[in-house]
């Protein structure tokens, strides 16, 4: 397997691939959207809501605390998880000024 060579691009562009990795699969996505409707920390309750086992519930959510798009706190037996807010609107904010980057003249394909 080749050598990532991360260190050639910006510590910006690093973040964003980051972020956009980490949102790469549904689950997660699923996970996010969860969080963000209930607005508040959430114990146990993700597995509940979605189609998967727990030990699968568990890595996606590592993979998203990872990357700080949640956080979670130990509350006795068991993590609660939410949204890191100031994280989440890095994200956010870094994928909106990609996707709002225009092109302007077209001239391949």
Known sequence: MGVTKTENFTKSQNQLAAYAKALAHPARVAIIEYLLKHQTCICGDLVDELPLAQATV???LKE?????????????SSICYCIDNKVWNEAKDMLVNLFMSKVTKNTCC
Do not use: A, T, Y
């Open 58 to 60: 568990s890595q996606h």
């Open 64 to 76: 998203l605390k990872q990357v700080g798009i949640i956080k979670g706190e130990i509350e006795g």
